[in-house]
């Protein structure tokens, strides 16, 4: 018999924000190593650097030796900072590993020397729930919202559709992404978007709503920590269903990482039923010969034309014409002319009067 205790922890992740869990935490020894599954875990190490935890208020706190935290269960392969696996077994006293900043957790299998190494965690146990009114009968916590339906269908309604995609991890995708969104905003069009794959951390879609989106979702709510080719698909077809459900007149979603990635965004860029719903895809490029890579994977492996090129391969005007004359794509930089990458997508859409014809319409 494994009995119930209670801890009192002092940072809680956003990877497991669906819990509503509070400061005092009830604890069992008995854990599932599953993705997702929330652990209670010591801090047993300091760092000077990415050393610091999303919580779920989505401000970003300080980690330090000796914290107690709530996390969840993940794998993470990333290009840029840390990987790692789930541990087939756990026990409370092992040791493992954070993963991101977003509290995923972890057995550490690799690191980038930018990042240092990770943070040491004492797992001291599994996290319950009491969904029973009444009943003091605790359930494993687990992240999200509801869960994964892997056959679930698309339908976007006719609504338009923009997809954000990188040729890697740190392209600039989230900071397009909040300029075509601000600027269809400020052209009074009603946006709602989301993020289809990458590790938990709610930042990019905090990011989406300060830009002006009227509703965010990530995989998250969806239960699924890291995403992978399998689930990929699923999920995208599942948030795009449910914001277009929402009758918004663009919805905007990032596929996190690169075009060759672990995460999914191949699988989904292929799926037949999504690409018939994308409307326009924008691809964030490191530089110019990543952004011709980019172009080339795009129209040769997923039959696509991208409608722009961004990120920091257009940081001057240099690539921006390497980029217009040798791939015959536009390309604007979403930090220093937000207004063009949107007016320029917001054209290819078509939906430059939609607001002002439903506003004549009423």
Known sequence: MNPMRTVVVDKIASVTQACGLAREVRISANIDCAEG????????????????LELTSGRMAKVSRGDIVVGALGHRKALFG??????????????????NIGGVLGICDSATPDK??????????TALTFPYLGERIGVPAK????PLDMAARVDARGVPVVALAGTCMEAGK?????????????????????????????????????????RTM??????????????????????LTEMAAG????????????????????????????????????????????????????????????????????DNQVGVQIIREQMGVEAFNAISSPADLGDHVICKLGIENVRESKVAEE
């Not at 943070?119 to 001291?124: D, E, G, I």
């Not at 690169?258 to 924008?282: C, F, N, P, Q, S």
């Open 116 to 125: 240092g190494k990770p943070f040491n965690c004492r797992v001291l146990g």
């Open 174 to 214: 989230t900071a397009a992404a909040a300029a075509i969104i601000a600027r269809m905003r400020h052209r009074g069009l009603v946006v709602d978007a989301f993020k289809a794959t990458g590790v938990s951390l709610r930042r990019d879609i905090l990011a989406f709503e300060d830009a002006g989106a009227r």
């Open 218 to 239: 990530i995989f998250t709510d969806l239960g699924i920590v890291t995403t992978t080719a399998k689930c990929g698909p699923a999920l995208t077809r599942t948030m």
């Open 37 to 52: 599954m929330v652990l209670v875990v010591e801090v047993l190490n300091n760092k000077s650097t990415y050393n610091t």
């Open 247 to 314: 009758r918004p007149d663009v919805i905007v979603f990032e596929l996190g990482d690169g075009l060759l990635g672990t995460y999914g965004v191949e699988a989904i860029l292929l799926d037949r039923d999504i690409k018939a719903a994308l409307t326009a895809v924008i691809l964030s490029a490191n530089d110019p010969v990543a952004a011709w890579g980019g172009v080339k994977l795009l129209r040769e492996r997923f039959e696509i034309e991208p409608c722009a090129v961004t990120g920091p391969a257009t």
């Open 143 to 146: 992240a999200g919202y509801k």
């Open 82 to 99: 840390y990987s790692g696996h789930i541990p087939e077994s756990l026990k409370p006293g092992d040791v493992i590993q954070m993963l």
